[in-house]
């Protein structure tokens, strides 16, 4: 048996993520893959990029102090290789290719911007196939803090897939126009009609947290209904309660009920009852592609 360490940092515009997997190889049977470690930092970089236009000095000096840190992280862990990508905040900041060039001088750590459709494809190479089933279409909404990704599976096949510029942070400080929201209603409008069996695979730190919170066990779906109820409960709760009384991290308590928003109205939109959460995302897709790579 052979054990090999890689590692995915997924620089998002809320939070910015380490996943450390194990991949172990036995002769005679399939490839596993087992997650290892989970680090989060709350760096929100989207309050920077989407407001300013830029990352800030003070961004900056805690982004490359988290980024130093996940390198002395990677080499207590033993990591073979890693993959770094950055997706909106970085990708539309003015100073985000200096800010890259800055953290690879300070910490060693290369980051690759990538856009909405690499983001998609990265995605995509991960075990989503194994959770659909041929006889029915699923719509993929992976929901960030800066961008939303939708990816459209038919009898198993991956058909479309677009990256919207609406996230949690962006919707928070009011630059979602409702233009935007009439495009991803058309765009999937487009795909589906009142025949479709549509469901939702979900993905992101929201939605898995949303799911925690239902008590439902790992692999029973969402309910749209269930979803609904919890979406306006937020909704009328203070942003303090929402922390003392439900338990909610700072940095999760406000864009939780953005992502919520965006989850329920794809669901209306192409006429989904059910909400998939595998807990599965980016960091998982590039740990995918570090290996195919290593082969």
């Keep these: 048996m052979i054990i090999r360490k890689f590692a995915a940092i997924d620089i998002g515009s809320n939070a910015i993520r380490l996943l450390v ?97 690499k983001e998609a494809s990265i995605i995509a190479s991960t075990d989503l196939k194994d959770l659909i089933n041929n006889d029915r279409s699923y719509l993929y909404v992976d929901v960030g803090g800066g961008s939303t990704e939708f990816t459209i599976f038919d009898q198993g096949n991956l058909i479309s897939s677009k990256s919207f510029k ?17 495009e991803i209603k058309v765009w999937i409008g487009s795909h589906f009609n009142k025949e479709s069996k549509v469901e939702i695979i979900g993905s992101g730190g929201n939605i898995n947290k949303l799911h925690k919170m239902s008590g439902r066990k790992i692999g029973q779906p969402l309910s749209f209904i269930w979803l609904n109820a919890q979406y306006h409960f937020l909704n009328s709760m203070e942003y303090d309660d929402r922390i003392s009384e439900l338990g909610l991290n700072q940095d999760r308590a406000d864009v939780i009920i953005p992502a919520a928003k965006i989850f329920l109205s794809a669901a209306k939109w192409s006429g989904a009852k059910k909400i998939h959460v595998p807990k599965i995302g980016l960091a998982d897709g590039m740990i995918k592609t570090l290996y195919q790579q290593s082969q």
Excluded at 166 to 182: A, C, M, P, Y
């Design 21 to 117: 997997n194990n991949v172990i190889e036995q002769k005679g049977k399939p490839t596993t893959f087992k997650k290892s470690a989970l680090i989060r930092v709350p760096v929100r970089l989207g309050e920077d990029s989407f407001i300013v236009g830029e990352i800030s000095t003070k961004t900056l000096g805690r982004l490359t102090k988290t980024m130093k840190s996940f390198d002395l992280l990677m080499q207590v862990y033993g990591v073979e290789k890693y993959m770094a990508c950055a997706t909106s905040a970085l990708r539309e900041a003015n100073n985000g290719h200096e800010v890259v060039e800055q953290i690879y001088k300070d910490s060693g750590i290369k980051i690759d911007i990538i856009d909405g459709k």
């Design 166 to 182: 609406i996230g949690t942070v962006r919707i928070l400080n009011d630059l979602v126009k409702e233009s935007v929201w009439d």
